[in-house]
């Protein structure tokens, strides 16, 4: 019976789940002095992809990491989790300032793109399938590292966010900063956002990333004007016009906007839903190309 015990026991312990969120200090250039964690499961598929999941003002890495199931979706699909975080202006992303909304000149972007080429480098991840996603702030930032950095990233979703460039010049991106046109909604021309982002990165010719939009209509903090502005934004940069409305998917609340064939911009806006809008795990792995 002991041994019997015994074996059960050694069996247990090969099959658990040991990987666990590890804090990285070492990364490369960090000019804004913000944090890696990242989330490697046991089990790694050859070259993996990486998903970068950016947290809300207020929040912190840690606590994104719990936020979602993204973490048990690794683990069945071997990718692996990058969670920056930011300890700065109350813990929400730097989307104000022309470091981060210029590609290769500082800031919160670069900092998290250098996670990633930590991350490409040590685990031997697949350049080609780095993806972006985040909430709130998180989600504003996700914007922004799609302008800025198209080189890096294969696609991103937002949730509850703001276009590229909407704090452009603002002295603050937080919720208690004076300046809050942006967030109210600020509009401008599908053409006018556009060259927000082709400024951004001035002379880049290649492909730029697919993007998925979702936001509540609810939410009185990020106006859903936010998330059509966002929409008129990369409509212009994908040149995918909008097609159609889909309701009730991916449930009954959300009405979904497909734009061209659907496979390069995708609009998801939630009846009820406040802020912040949740996230669909099995919808966002398949727009990104990780699960069928």
């Given at each position: 019976?002991?041994?019997?015990?015994l074996f059960g026991l050694a069996a247990a312990a090969t099959t658990c789940f040991c990987a666990s969120l590890q804090q990285v200090t070492n990364f490369g250039d960090n000019p804004t002095k913000i944090n890696m964690y990242i989330y490697v499961p046991d089990k790694l598929a050859a070259k993996?992809?990486?998903?970068?999941?950016?947290?809300?003002?207020?929040?912190?890495?840690?606590?994104?990491?719990?936020?979602?199931?993204?973490?048990?979706?690794?683990?069945s699909n071997g990718f692996i989790l990058v969670y920056p975080g930011t300890p700065n202006m109350s813990n929400c992303w730097d989307v104000n300032n022309a470091a981060s909304l210029t590609h290769g000149k500082g800031g919160d972007a670069q900092g998290i793109v250098n996670m990633v080429n930590?991350?490409?480098?040590?685990?031997?991840?697949?350049?080609?399938?780095?993806?972006?996603?985040?909430?709130?702030?998180?989600?504003?930032?996700?914007?922004?590292?799609?302008?800025?950095?198209?080189?890096?990233?294969?696609?991103?979703?937002?949730?509850?966010?703001?276009?590229?460039?909407?704090?452009?010049?603002?002295?603050?991106?937080?919720?208690?900063?004076?300046?809050?046109?942006?967030?109210?909604?600020?509009?401008?021309?599908?053409?006018?956002?556009?060259?927000?982002?082709?400024?951004?990165?001035?002379?880049?010719?290649?492909?730029?990333?697919?993007?998925?939009?979702?936001?509540?209509?609810?939410?009185?903090?990020?106006?859903?004007?936010?998330?059509?502005?966002?929409?008129?934004?990369?409509?212009?940069?994908?040149?995918?016009?909008?097609?159609?409305?889909?309701?009730?998917?991916?449930?009954?609340?959300?009405?979904?906007?497909?734009?061209?064939?659907?496979?390069?911009?995708?609009?998801?806006?939630?009846?009820?839903?406040?802020?912040?809008?949740?996230?669909?795990?099995?919808?966002?792995?398949?727009?990104?190309?990780?699960?069928?």
């Amino acid at each position: 019976m002991l041994l019997r015990n015994l074996f059960g026991l050694a069996a247990a312990a090969t099959t658990c789940f040991c990987a666990s969120l590890q804090q990285v200090t070492n990364f490369g250039d960090n000019p804004t002095k913000i944090n890696m964690y990242i989330y490697v499961p046991d089990k790694l598929a050859a070259k993996p992809a990486v998903i970068v999941a950016l947290h809300g003002c207020g929040g912190t890495a840690t606590q994104w990491f719990s936020g979602t199931k993204l973490p048990s979706y690794a683990n069945s699909n071997g990718f692996i989790l990058v969670y920056p975080g930011t300890p700065n202006m109350s813990n929400c992303w730097d989307v104000n300032n022309a470091a981060s909304l210029t590609h290769g000149k500082g800031g919160d972007a670069q900092g998290i793109v250098n996670m990633v080429n930590y991350t490409i480098t040590k685990y031997g991840a697949d350049s080609a399938r780095i993806y972006i996603m985040g909430t709130s702030s998180g989600a504003m930032m996700t914007n922004v590292l799609a302008g800025s950095y198209p080189d890096v990233f294969e696609a991103g979703a937002a949730y509850s966010g703001t276009a590229h460039a909407c704090f452009a010049g603002s002295p603050s991106a937080t919720p208690f900063g004076a300046n809050q046109t942006c967030a109210q909604g600020l509009q401008h021309t599908p053409q006018e956002w556009g060259n927000f982002v082709r400024n951004s990165y001035s002379g880049y010719t290649g492909r730029r990333p697919r993007m998925q939009i979702v936001h509540g209509l609810a939410d009185t903090l990020v106006r859903p004007q936010c998330a059509a502005e966002a929409l008129k934004q990369w409509s212009n940069v994908l040149d995918v016009p909008f097609g159609r409305n889909v309701s009730g998917f991916p449930s009954a609340a959300y009405t979904q906007m497909v734009y061209g064939d659907g496979t390069k911009l995708l609009g998801f806006f939630g009846q009820g839903v406040g802020h912040t809008a949740p996230v669909n795990e099995q919808q966002l792995l398949k727009f990104f190309g990780i699960t069928s």
